[in-house]
């Protein structure tokens, strides 16, 4: 077997394109999961009944099927319903939010309990009520403690975001998959393909451990 890797060099703009495009739907995916999350985190400790059961069928459901299901009931069995098919960005973005969404609410509620229930007295004898509490009382502080978790959901989602190359979406694994198909260089895209995602993975590794050291610096003053 003769391996090339010149070309790589040939098509890594391309690569890099779909590197991008990657970490422009994990951000996306992320940031819609952060603000689906802290929500759901919220009401899942809610003393309100109804809504604490809501929103532990939405966890239980979207944890406890695969992505890949999510992304197809997404782009082709809800057009069937709505009768108007959904683009395949929309349909990226949807399902990995929806997914990373779940995730960071379990993120979210862990760490808002491991907050001393003497925070939450206090914020209550000011006069503040349960969610006023929450926003200005316990949630600054878990916001710190939870940093490393949503880093990690932050990783397996630009890992998992891979999947939505079954769409057709060119990210960076369909990006790989379509020059293959034209150079027939397998291993040596693929491996560069794993490189770029290394890199990526990495770089958010070191700025998840700054962010944690700062704001350890920071609690310490």
């Known amino acids: 077997m003769n391996l090339d890797f010149s070309v790589v060099f040939k098509v890594l703009p391309l690569l890099l394109e779909g590197a991008a495009v990657t970490v ?60 108007t098919r959904i683009d395949p960005f929309f349909a990226a973005i949807t399902a990995c939010s929806i997914n990373s969404g ?24 000011l006069g503040l009520n349960w969610f006023q509490t929450m926003r200005y ?19 397996a989602m630009l890992k998992d975001s891979s999947l939505v190359s079954v769409i057709g979406f060119e990210e960076l694994t369909r990006r790989g998959q379509l020059i293959i198909a034209k150079t027939y260089s397998s291993f040596e895209i693929w491996m560069a393909v794993a490189i770029l995602y290394l890199i990526m993975t990495l770089t958010i590794s070191r700025l998840v451990a700054y962010l944690e050291r700062r704001y350890n610096v920071d609690d310490r003053h």
């Open 24 to 83: 422009e739907i994990t951000a996306l995916s992320v940031g819609f999961g952060f603000i689906i999350g802290m929500l759901v985190g919220v009401a899942r400790l809610a003393k309100m009944r109804p809504l604490k059961w809501l929103a532990m069928i939405y966890i239980d459901f979207i944890r406890g099927t695969p992505l890949l299901v999510q992304i197809f009931l997404i782009y082709f069995a809800l057009p069937m319903i709505t009768g």
């Open 102 to 125: 779940a995730y960071i609410a379990e993120i979210f509620r862990a760490g808002i309990q491991s907050i001393d229930k003497g925070q939450i007295e206090a914020g209550r004898s």
């Open 137 to 155: 009382v316990v949630m600054p502080q878990a916001f710190k403690r939870v940093i490393p978790p949503l880093g990690n959901e932050f990783i």
